[in-house]
């Protein structure tokens, strides 16, 4: 079921200059939202018409709802000049499609703002492998965020400013020498997340990834975000299908 609800910004603040974190109060759509849904947000006073999707990062037992978003536009923009004590026009929890929170030995594995949803199943997991992709090594911050609940965390950096030297599916050989991985959540940039779904398909171990398609409405009425299975052709919305896949449906 989802909700639509005028929910109280808390907190709203810079972790790096263009990644924001956000916390509001929308009770209905943290008690029952599930790790791979999303919000769509909408601020009233801006100038925007589209809701903007983000994925959940956390709720809690008081009704509070944080995402992790990045300034690319006028939307989000215009978030980052909000403050406490505004208002969000939020609709959520969406999406059907959720990861997979039975039991095994998973890695997570995102790049950018892909690793935010991957912090709300970090919580749900038993001390899950975590990998976290960046360009730089401040664009590794998320590893705060994995470290409680992660049994591992690794890191890779474009540059090699911090861990590994490469993209995230180079490493991938150590981590299947050190884990016994039984399937893999991912959540990135596509080239990342087919990389990543390969690998996985070649060691035999199960791969999802949460798709971020621009969902323009975000209950599949507009069929904007639209993609043929891989398996048998069938046309799968996003938003309401998803966003989180088999990865071989989509690779």
């Known amino acids: 079921m989802k909700y639509v609800e005028q929910a109280e910004i808390l907190k709203n603040e810079a972790i790096i200059p263009a990644v924001w974190q956000m916390k509001f109060h929308a009770p209905q759509i943290a008690r029952t939202a599930r790790p791979g849904q999303f ?29 992790i978003y990045r300034i690319v536009g006028t939307g989000t923009e215009e978030l980052s000049r909000l403050h406490p004590g505004d208002v969000l026009n939020v609709e959520g929890p969406l999406g059907d499609g959720v990861f997979t929170t039975s039991p095994g030995k998973v ?12 912090i709300f199943l970090a919580k749900r997991l038993d001390h899950p492998v975590v990998l976290v992709a960046g360009k730089t090594a401040a664009e590794t911050f998320w590893t705060r965020f994995f470290e409680p ?12 400013s911090r861990g590994i030297k490469g993209f995230a599916v180079q490493a991938l050989p150590v981590i299947f020498q050190e884990h016994a991985i039984d ?12 990389t990543i779904a ?31 299975s891989k398996i048998d ?9 998803g966003p ?8």
């Open 244 to 251: 989180v896949f088999p990865a071989k449906e989509v690779f």
């Open 198 to 228: 390969e690998a996985a398909a070649e060691a035999d171990v199960y791969c999802e990834v949460s798709m971020e398609k621009r969902m323009a409405c975000g209950i599949g009425v507009c069929l904007g975000c639209t993609f043929a």
């Open 39 to 67: 919000v769509n947000v909408h601020y009233d006073g801006g100038t925007t018409f589209l809701r903007r999707p983000f994925g959940i990062v956390d709720t809690s037992t008081e009704g509070t709802v944080t995402i």
């Open 183 to 194: 399937r893999i959540s991912v959540c990135g940039p596509t080239v990342m997340m087919k």
């Open 149 to 160: 609940y992660a049994e591992d965390i690794y890191v890779t950096t474009d540059d090699g």
């Open 233 to 241: 052709g069938r046309r799968h919305k996003v938003c309401a299908d």
């Open 107 to 118: 890695l997570l594995a995102g790049g950018g703002v892909g690793l935010a949803p991957l």
